[in-house]
């Protein structure tokens, strides 16, 4: 029998007690986030470049100029770009409520358009946003009137102190792999993690890249042991896996980004950010390259933003994705069931 449409009163009416707790955990986080001088700003959704992170899908649209001709533009996987733009300009303590599109990703954790709450430090330690996480996170739980965290039978408290890893330890643990034997700085020998996970049962190809191998080894072997009982935070990522972060000052092997797991659930990725151009730009260039090898297209660089880095003082960056915030707050097992109006299946 086909599911009764979200919008039929009937549905509606049992959706409502999730949909009224995601608002009150968005009026908890913007009243936490104002008490500590944190300017909302609403970023644009239509750029340049919606990212060059080589696994990231956007969505494309041609602007009609005054001249007639169209012009490439895409929809902004991240409010990223636009938001280091403003920390070039001057602000230095901002959080955005952005509405993000990411084609090519549908499921229970995955909505093409969803919502993500960024938010910028300027002069801080990327720590900070660590303890930020901590406060979102009992934030979420408070709102909603829960003391555990569920999903899929897992269960995680959002009040005890958080778990801490480096991606080497989780590596380690959880799959038996020495990870940072495989790198050096950011240069990755790809044959000897190939024959790591060989060894360990992770089924490669003789022509993965060592970035595709990893994603491998997390997805199968990491990230389900992940935020069971407390929130993990694996920090750490390997140089190669930067995306935008700085290099760690003590270990040129890594980087300063970590993300946040509850319930095996992916919540925020937060960096460090790096403010080096050229070296941003370079990193672009091989995640492009590695999208065009993989999937056969490439997204332009933005230039003004590497420009805008320039400018750009030492900050801490983080994304959160608020909806599975709210899923995991209310129980919900699906990400549409937490969203006032899901995206149409195709």
């Not at 700003?41 to 009609?64: K, M």
């Amino acid at each position: 029998m086909p599911e009764t449409p979200w919008w039929k009163t009937s549905r509606h009416a049992d959706r409502r007690p999730v949909l009224l707790a995601r608002n009150r955990i968005q009026t908890a986080i913007r009243g936490w986030l104002g008490e500590r001088d944190f300017l909302e700003v609403d970023p644009v959704a239509l750029q340049i470049s919606p990212g060059n992170e080589t696994h990231l899908h956007g969505f494309r649209t041609d602007a009609i100029g005054n001249d007639g001709l169209a012009h490439p533009m895409y929809l902004h996987t991240s409010p990223e770009f636009a938001m280091k733009k403003l920390l070039a300009a001057g602000e230095r303590r901002i959080f955005a409520f952005a509405h993000v599109w990411r084609n090519r990703e549908r499921g229970a954790l995955h909505s093409p358009e969803f919502t993500m709450l960024e938010w910028y430090r300027v002069g801080e330690d990327y720590t900070v946003l660590m303890e930020d996480c901590h406060a979102m996170v009992m934030l979420a739980a408070q709102a909603a009137g829960v003391t555990r965290f569920r999903f899929r039978g897992i269960e995680c408290d959002p009040f005890a102190r958080f778990e801490r890893l480096s991606v080497a330890e989780a590596f380690d643990r959880h799959a038996g792999i020495d990870l940072l034997a495989t790198c050096q700085g950011a240069e990755t020998d790809a044959d000897a993690l190939r024959a790591q996970c060989r060894a360990r049962g992770v089924a490669v190809k003789d022509d993965d890249t060592w970035s595709l191998m990893l994603s491998k080894i997390l997805v199968e072997k990491v990230e389900p042991h992940l935020g069971h009982g407390r929130p993990t935070l694996l920090d750490r990522y390997p140089a190669a896996e930067a995306a935008l972060a700085r290099p760690a000052p003590d270990d040129d092997r890594v980087a300063e980004r970590f993300e946040l797991y509850a319930c095996g659930v992916e919540l925020a990725n937060g960096f460090g950010e790096l403010t080096d151009a050229e070296e941003q730009r370079r990193r672009f260039e091989l995640e492009m390259d590695e999208k065009e090898s993989l999937y056969g297209e490439r997204y332009p660089i933005d230039g003004d933003f590497l420009a805008a880095l320039a400018d750009m003082p030492p900050a801490s960056g983080i994304a959160l994705g608020f909806d599975r915030l709210v899923m995991l707050a209310t129980s919900a097992p699906r990400i549409d069931d937490v969203l006032w109006t899901p995206v149409a299946e195709v």
